[in-house]
C-alpha cells in the first residue's frame, strides 16, 4: 500500500482509526493530533500486510489533564514519562501516559479526572478510571438486561482483545464497585443532594465515592 496522508499529503498514511467519521490514512503525526480530543478511539496501522491493531498510547498520545485537555504551562518532556492510566470506556480498556497537572498548587489527580468526566477507581492513587458514559451505560444494562458485572467486564475484555480476553489488565472488582455507585432504586444517589464532598469516604482504605 502505497498512500499520502490524508490530512497533512507530506508523509506516508499508515494508520486508520475505526471510530472517526472521517476515513482514510493518516500518518503517525496527524492521527495524534487529530485525537486530542477523542482519546478512546481504536487505531490500526498498515503493517504491509493487513491492518495490525496499535494503540493511541504507541503512536505517542499524551493524555493531558488539568488544562481542559491542553498540555500544562508547567510540564516538561520528562514530567510525564512512565505515568499510565487505564481507562475503561463503552468498547473497550485503554491504557494512556498520562500528564497529570504540575501548576505550583495543583487539584488532586482526582478531581482532575473527574473534570474531564473520568471517575477514578481510587482517591489516592487513581490508575484506572471508567468514563461517565460507560457508568451510565452500564446503569442502563442493569435495569434493562439484569447484566452482572462479571458479564459485562467479560464484554468490555472480548472488546478490548478478542482473542485473548482474559490479559485485558483490568479486574472485575472495578466494574462490581460501579454497582455501588449507581444505585438501581430510584431513590435519591447520596452525593447529588449534598455535594460530592459529603460521600468522600476519608479514612476507608477502598477511597471511593458513591456517586460521581
Ligand atoms: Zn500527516
Ligand atoms: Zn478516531
Ligand atoms: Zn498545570
Known sequence: MDASCASCWKQDGQYRCSDCFRSGLYCQDCCVSAHAALPFHSI??????????????????VLHLGHGGSSCPQMSEEG?????LTVVDLD????????????????????QLLRTRL??????FP???????LLNYFNMDILECDTS???FMTKLRRL????????????TMFVERCTDIYPQSTGSI???????????????????????
Not at 127 to 133: C, G, N, Q, Y
Open 44 to 61: 490500526t496501522q498498515w503493517n504491509g500486510r493487513y491492518f495490525e491493531k496499535t494503540t493511541l498510547q504507541a503512536l505517542g498520545f
Open 160 to 171: 478490548t482483545n478478542l482473542y485473548d480476553p482474559m490479559n485485558v489488565p483490568v479486574s
Open 149 to 151: 458485572s462479571a458479564s
Open 190 to 212: 447520596p452525593g447529588v443532594d449534598e455535594g460530592i464532598n459529603s460521600v468522600v469516604l476519608p479514612r476507608s482504605p477502598s477511597h471511593i465515592w458513591f456517586c460521581p
Open 127 to 133: 490508575r484506572t478510571a471508567f468514563t461517565f458514559r
Open 80 to 84: 510525564y514519562s512512565g505515568t499510565e
Open 92 to 111: 473497550g480498556i485503554y491504557i494512556h501516559t498520562v500528564a497529570w497537572c504540575a501548576c505550583t498548587d495543583p487539584a488532586e489527580r482526582w478531581k
Open 119 to 124: 471517575y477514578p477507581a481510587s482517591v489516592q
